[in-house]
């Protein structure tokens, strides 16, 4: 399986983006997880979809702005943000879940897509 994020930028705050995660492979049996990484902190969860795209995870810091979903047939992840803080500046990755649930754990996590930058201004 290999991932590929896309759809960063720069954005002001209160604004929108909408990341994709372009896949390859046999990603439907797989949950699609996001995750971010600010300068100095760790990689964190951001919110994860089982293979079926059923079941959503979202950290508690963008509930009710971030959206996940996926479309299976076109092997594609995507996450959309709304309402955004300059504190969601950071990388964002997506990554690929060997057990399909959506896990917000980071060591279940098999595959893992470059990153995109989001930026929000203040």
């Known amino acids: 399986v290999q991932l590929q994020a896309s759809g960063g930028g720069l954005v002001q705050a209160g604004g929108s983006l909408r990341l994709s995660c372009a896949a390859s492979g046999r990603v439907g049996i797989y949950g699609l997880g996001w995750f971010r990484q600010a300068p100095g902190k760790e990689r964190e969860f951001v919110g994860a979809?089982?293979?079926?795209?059923?079941?959503?995870n979202y950290a508690e810091s963008v509930k009710g702005r971030f959206t996940i979903s996926r479309d299976n047939a076109k092997k594609a992840g995507y996450l959309q943000m709304d309402s955004l803080k300059a504190e969601d500046t950071a990388v964002y990755y997506c990554?690929?879940?060997?057990?399909?649930?959506?896990?917000?754990?980071?060591?279940?996590?098999?595959?893992w897509g470059q990153g995109t930058q989001v930026t929000v201004s203040s």
């Open positions: 979809i089982s293979y079926g795209g059923k079941n959503t």
């Open positions: 990554a690929a879940d060997r057990y399909g649930l959506g896990s917000p754990t980071r060591s279940e996590y098999e595959y």
